[in-house]
């Protein structure tokens, strides 16, 4: 089910009207019924996060993500080490695009203030994976990652327990965490820096979503 036919559903479920969830979204009654329409399609998360929390469901739901079947996949992958290695030469490569940030409630492909951009085999896309890459700006994950390291993400969902991700919490700049599943379901972010407390966020909340997975550092020596 698209996620247009989505929001529908849920709306009808819950008994709500076009002006309920305009309320609570605070746009427009023609807005929301332009979403169930899909006249709306690229929709920024930071109104996915709001729109799942007005819906009484997750952002996986809304977007239609089997999560199951996401983790299942993410398990019998190879190692990162093993299926992102470096350029070797002679192999094809494409150009990605490089960021500073990563704004809430703007796709990758929306972005137009790229800062660069970085090469990559192009047999990552086989399987019709994205990637972008993204350049560290703060200490939050120091001794890891210093300023000024590029990242090498694949956009995702989801990612195994003890990966390193982009995550949109409350709707704000994605931040980058080592991510946890624990075993009632519930999701910690940890930062690498002591001094950022790690944070959990209970089974299927919907004011924190995984927008990539880490799967290659490149840092330039001095």
């Not at 120091?142 to 390291?149: A, F, I, N, T």
């Not at 965490?177 to 959990?200: F, I, W």
């Not at 880490?214 to 020596?221: A, D």
Request: glycine share 8%; proline share 4%.
């Amino acid at each position: 089910m698209e996620m247009n036919e989505m929001i529908k559903k849920r709306r009808l479920e819950l008994g709500l009207t076009l002006k309920d969830v305009a309320t609570k979204l605070g746009v427009a009654e023609s807005t929301v019924l332009r979403y169930e329409r899909k006249d709306i399609q690229n929709m920024g998360i930071d109104k996915i996060l709001q729109l799942a929390q007005v819906l009484k469901c997750s952002p996986a739901d809304l977007l239609g993500w089997d999560m199951n079947q996401l983790i299942a996949a993410e398990d019998s992958e190879a190692g990162i080490d093993e299926e992102c290695g470096w350029v070797e030469g002679g192999e094809e490569t494409i150009k990605i695009k490089l960021l500073g940030s990563l704004p809430a409630g703007i796709p990758i492909d929306a972005i137009t203030d790229a800062i660069g951009d970085e090469e990559i085999p192009a047999a990552w896309l086989a399987n019709g994976q994205h990637y972008f890459a993204l350049r560290v700006t703060d200490v939050s994950m120091y001794p890891r990652y210093l300023d000024g390291d590029i990242l090498i993400v694949r956009i995702t969902p989801n990612c195994r327990s003890g990966s390193d991700a982009l995550v949109y919490v409350n709707g704000a700049e994605a931040v980058l965490r080592q991510v946890q599943h624990n075993d009632d379901g519930s999701l910690t972010l940890k930062a690498y820096n002591p001094e950022y407390a790690p944070k959990t966020y209970p089974a299927n909340a919907t004011d924190v979503a995984i927008l990539g997975v880490v799967v290659q550092m490149r840092r330039t020596l001095l």
